[in-house]
């Protein structure tokens, strides 16, 4: 499976950005992570494709959204309410199966490249 990620950009505190994921072919669950200058990869969302379960961290819980379109294997996250601390590359994951609420970046196989998002005045 194959990720290409979209959507990074420049966007002032408390505004809104919409990430873009399309895969190549079919998985069982998908993830959206984020990785900040000298941070460690973390979980950010996660959605499974059966029955639409998603999962999220507690930092962006009530801020981002995840959701995807199954026909077009592509999953998407809104952020809203964006703050500085958000800045990251932000990755897409997809794996064949597995618990939605796996935080660990193993817990995925394939992966995209990666989208920076900056928040800032």
């Known amino acids: 499976v194959q990720l290409q990620a979209s959507g990074g950009g420049l966007v002032q505190p408390g505004g809104s950005l919409r990430l873009s994921c399309a895969a190549s072919?079919?998985?069982?669950?998908m993830g959206w992570f984020r990785q900040a200058p000298g941070k460690e990869r973390e979980f950010v969302a996660a959605?499974?494709?059966?029955?639409?379960?998603?999962y999220y961290a507690d930092s962006v819980k009530g801020r981002f959204t995840i959701s995807g379109n199954n026909a077009k294997n592509t999953v998407y996250l809104q952020m809203d309410t964006l703050r500085p601390e958000d800045t990251a590359v932000y990755y897409c994951?997809?794996?064949?199966?597995?618990?939605?609420?796996?935080?660990?970046?193993?817990?995925?196989?394939?992966w995209g490249q990666g989208t920076l998002v900056t928040v800032s005045r």
């Open positions: 959605i499974k494709w059966s029955g639409r379960s998603t």
């Open positions: 072919g079919s998985s069982y669950k």
């Open positions: 994951a997809a794996n064949l199966y597995g618990d939605i609420r796996a935080l660990n970046p193993s817990s995925y196989d394939y």
